[in-house]
Structure formats: structure tokens, C-alpha cells
């Protein structure tokens, strides 16, 4: 039985000396909480910021990236100097030195992406809806709305809204929103 284990150990150092090392990739929907030796102001509301602060910093292990809230907030990165335990929260986007932002990709949900344009309604989204759903839902019970983009609180307004659209744009990155094409 040893034998198969060290053939096994073998089998995935050779891979992954043939392969290289899977790149690591900061969590969305979670936080670190603890090791904070320092914080501040992301004007740009963009979680790649608090990742490269983070590698120029020799001291940082760990960083966690927290949206605006409701209240007017502005987006704030924190960096650690160990690496905690990871706790899920929608507020935030964290990682570990050398982890790249990556939004979950796949699926009906665009993360970090805003689709301008072809707005025919907006409203309020109380409270806060950090995934988006509920824009989509409203989407989807439209038999007009052909996509939508959800902001987050805290980036153009001290309120969340949810835009429909009756046309499909081009989807561009921006961190302070969510959206998807239902039809």
C-alpha cells in the first residue's frame, strides 16, 4: 500500500512540474477577518486594486476587499499580515498574496460587468442584493426586459438599483455591477 501512495505522490509532482502551478484566485462573497495591519480608501471601487496593493507590500499575506455600503461608505481594502480563515460574506472579495481577482464566470450572472445602455426602467433595490437575483427575477417576469445590470449601493448612489434593459449592449467591466441577458 506504500508503495501506491508514493507512486501516487510521484504521479502528481510530475504533473505538476509538467503542468506549473494552478494559479490561485481571490474569493468572491468572502472575508478574512483578523490580521489587519492597515486599511484604506479604494477610490476606483475596484478589488484588483486592493490585490496589487498587496503584492508591492512585502509585509501583506492576506487582503480583504469590502464593497460601498448603503450608508455612503467608499470601498476600503484591508491588508493582513497572516492569513485568516475565510468566512463567507457578499460584502467582500478576499485573497491571499499572489491570489488574481476572478469573478465567477459561467452561468446567467455577470460579476464586474455593467451593460450600458438600453435602459427602459430603474428602481430602488431595498435592501441591498449582493448577488443580483433579484434584478434578474424582476428581469425575467418582464416579457420585454432582454437584460439587466444591478449597481451595488455605495458607487453612483447611496441606494442599490436594478436597470432593465429591452436590448442586449455590450457587457464592460465595472466593478459595481451585476448583470445577465434572460432573453
Do not use: H
Amino acid at each position: 500500500m506504500r508503495w501506491f501512495v508514493a507512486l501516487l505522490c510521484c504521479f502528481f509532482f510530475a504533473a505538476v512540474s509538467f503542468l506549473g502551478p494552478v494559479p490561485a484566485g481571490a474569493q468572491t462573497g468572502f472575508d478574512r477577518p483578523g490580521g489587519d495591519y492597515t486599511n484604506f480608501v479604494v477610490r476606483s471601487g475596484d478589488p484588483a486594486a486592493c490585490a496589487l496593493r498587496c503584492e508591492r507590500e512585502s509585509r501583506c499575506r492576506a487582503w480583504t476587499f469590502s464593497y460601498p455600503q448603503a450608508n455612503n461608505v467608499a470601498a476600503v481594502c484591508w491588508l493582513k499580515n497572516k492569513v485568516t480563515a475565510r468566512v463567507e460574506n457578499t460584502c467582500c472579495v478576499s485573497g491571499v498574496r499572489g491570489a488574481a481577482v476572478r469573478e465567477p464566470k459561467g452561468g446567467p450572472i455577470e460579476f464586474s460587468i455593467d451593460r450600458i445602455g438600453g435602459d427602459m426602467r430603474n428602481f430602488e433595490v431595498a435592501p441591498p442584493d449582493p448577488t443580483g437575483q433579484s434584478c434578474a427575477d424582476a428581469c425575467k417576469a418582464d416579457a420585454k426586459c432582454r437584460a439587466w445590470s444591478y449597481e451595488r449601493p455605495g458607487y453612483k448612489d447611496s441606494a442599490a438599483r436594478c436597470y432593465l434593459k429591452d436590448k442586449v449592449t455590450a457587457p464592460r467591466r465595472r466593478p459595481c455591477c451585476i448583470s445577465g441577458v434572460v432573453r
